[in-house]
T-cell receptor, first 113, second 111 residues
């Protein structure tokens, strides 16, 4: 079935460290891929999305590239700040007759000043 | 102003009681969703709707009912609440393949 796997459940970094959160997906069709961010006490909000192979999504210094060959959409940021501390969700949507929206389990990022 | 609102924001219920969580959206989206969020499980889909009058089961519908009386409103109903339903519940609206817009969440505690 359609699924999203985020490898890291929790990540702890110092400010200015490089961030990678791994996201791999399995989909029966050609999915659109998303990264959402959830700050404490709030609902998730879209960070960015990508709809086709090799498309790069980016926002607020975060970026990810849609890779159909490796079925991946890894989130990266060159230099994290304490304000980036949040939960990050990878997600996909795909049309399989009825469209389906699937979220990964989330990755909690803690950045220490 | 917020496009997806939820009420109540916090709720304490007793086991066996009936709980109704309400969601209102001003985005004019056809689709609305109810999720629960628990540590280690991320967001899990309970029910969703394609429009007024429609409700569909998500991945974990047992113990929950949903109602979509209008384009703007989508309710989640726990007829007989149990402690295992203690969680944070999020409502969202969206269209087809595109982004979902989430409400601020409702923290439910069932004693």
């Amino acid at each position: 079935g359609d699924s999203v796997t985020q490898t890291e459940g929790q990540v702890a970094l110092s400010e200015e460290d490089f961030l990678t959160i791994h996201c791999n997906y399995s989909a029966s069709g050609y999915p659109t891929l998303f990264w959402y961010v959830q700050y404490p006490g709030e609902g998730p909000q879209l960070l960015f999305r990508a709809s086709r192979d090799k498309e790069k999504g980016s926002s607020r210094g975060f970026e990810a590239t849609y890779d159909k060959g490796t079925t991946s959409f890894h989130l990266r940021k060159a230099s994290v700040q304490e304000s980036d501390s949040a939960v990050y969700y990878c997600a996909l949507s795909v049309n399989t007759g009825n469209y389906k929206y699937v979220f990964g389990a989330g990755t909690r990022l803690k950045v220490i000043a | 102003e917020a496009a997806v609102t939820q009420s109540p924001r916090n709720k304490v219920a007793v086991t066996g009681g009936k709980v109704t969580l309400s969601c209102n959206q001003t985005n004019n989206h056809n689709n609305m969703y109810w999720y629960r969020q628990d540590t280690g499980h991320g967001l899990r889909l309970i029910h969703y709707s394609y429009g007024a009058g429609s409700t569909e089961k998500g991945d974990i519908p047992d113990g929950y009912k949903a109602s979509r009386p209008s384009q703007e409103n989508f309710s989640l109903i726990l007829e007989l609440a149990t402690p295992s339903q203690t969680s944070v519940y999020f409502c969202a609206s969206g269209d087809a393949f595109y982004e979902q817009y989430f409400g601020p969440g409702t923290r439910l505690t069932v004693l």
